[in-house]
């Protein structure tokens, strides 16, 4: 689950991570009252969405008094923001965010994330702060270290040392910069987040260590265990069809394909999207129903991949395992009796009562055609939306 930038800061400051001072708003009136409270000399004005590049985009602005901010605000509120990470439908602005100016020295780069092939948590940090890390990475892959560090309670002296190691700094800085190391590792380990990152990490001309931006997104398996945690998610800068498949513990993800999937199993989900592939197309979504889906859990997944204008036929893929084939069968069955389906289906079956799942398609007027495996399935719904 992904948050905005004012509440990661939040977070960050009650674990004793510097951050300047800011306000945000849901409205400019709001925005513009709160932003009295601030001391500063200039204003920065960010908008909040969930994506990166929103300074390119026109989404963050240096003002220098209130009469500017509020002309800057205005114009930013509802606009729409288009980065390569929004896609060119953009995000419209729904808050802003607006903090104390910082006379900046120098900018690092600092993330903190779980790296699942080691098993550990990995800090990566670079001197080379406030740019993509990708361009870096391509251009210049000696300016980033990773430092690998194992789960426990607290970070050691010596790998904060090490993190740091590259950023070269000196005296109360660098101690400031282990300080903040310390911080970030026990948020990260205690709010059970996935990825901190911190771009950029500045050194102000008065030798502080401050986190300029934030970005910080969390384990969705884990907020059941994280009520705050989960009091931040903000649906306005989530996919509805997916906020819909989250009421049904289905695990969707919108792409921007158009051969809807339904499928059961992680695996064989990437799977069957990865074929589509192979012969041409692109997949429209990635849906796994899960092993033990119920009737009414299939049907809620078949409307909302079809509540996409963008798919222009859907295949079922499923091997029966605990996921019973007659149960997947009669779930499409009831939701094809509300829903008028108009594009081609084609439907694999496999497993666990297979036959009754057949059987139940067969006799239920449903125009569909059947697949005796992936294979033959990816082919045949690439030559049917054709």
């Known amino acids: 689950m992904n948050i905005h930038e004012h509440q990661a800061k939040q977070i960050l400051k009650k674990f004793g991570v ?3 001072e800011g306000v945000f708003g849901l409205t400019v009136e709001e925005l513009l009252e709160k932003c009295k409270s601030l001391k500063t000399n200039k204003y920065v004005l960010k908008a909040q969405i969930h994506a990166g590049g929103r300074g390119k985009a026109g989404g963050v602005k240096i003002l220098d008094n209130l009469s500017e901010l509020e002309k800057s605000a205005k114009d930013l509120f509802g606009k729409k923001l288009i980065t390569h990470q929004t896609g060119p439908e ?3 602005v729904k808050r802003l965010y607006v903090e104390e100016s910082s006379n900046i020295d120098k900018e690092f780069y ?6 699942r092939a080691s098993s550990k948590i990995a800090f990566i940090s670079s001197d080379q702060g406030g740019v993509d890390i990708e361009e870096v990475a391509s251009k210049s892959p000696d300016k980033i270290l990773t430092t690998k560090v194992e789960l426990k309670e607290e970070i050691s002296d010596e790998e904060c040392e090490t993190i740091i190691k590259i950023f070269q700094l000196k005296g109360n800085s660098k101690n400031e910069a282990i300080f903040l190391i310390k911080s970030i590792y ?3 380990v205690k709010t059970d987040a996935n990825m901190v990152e911190v ?14 931006d934030a970005k910080v997104n969390f384990d969705s398996n884990a907020l059941f265990r994280q009520p705050e945690i989960l009091e931040l998610r903000d649906l306005n800068e989530e996919e509805p069809a997916e906020i819909e498949a989250s009421k049904y513990d289905l695990a969707y993800i919108k792409l921007d394909g158009n051969i809807g999937c339904m499928v059961n199993g992680a695996g064989l989900a990437m799977a069957t999207m990865d074929i589509i592939k192979q012969y041409g197309e692109e997949p429209a979504n990635f849906l796994d129903v899960g092993g033990g889906a119920s009737k009414e859990k299939v049907s809620a997944a078949f409307k909302i991949i079809l509540s996409d204008k963008n798919v222009k036929g859907i295949l079922i893929n499923i091997f029966g395992g605990i996921m019973r084939c007659d149960v997947l069968a009669q779930g499409v069955v009831d939701a094809a009796k509300e829903i008028n389906i108009e594009v081609p289906l084609v439907v694999r079956l496999a497993g666990t009562n297979f036959k009754e799942g057949k059987e139940i398609l067969d006799n239920s007027g449903l125009k569909l055609i059947s697949a005796e495996n992936l294979d033959d399935a990816a082919k045949k719904i ?3 939306i054709k």
């Open 186 to 188: 026990k948020m990260f």
């Open 18 to 20: 510097p951050v300047p």
């Open 110 to 115: 600092l993330s903190c994330l779980v790296d």
């Open 382 to 384: 690439v030559e049917a």
């Open 199 to 212: 771009n950029p990490l500045i050194l102000t001309k008065e030798e502080k260590i401050i986190c300029l």
């Open 90 to 92: 953009g995000r419209e």
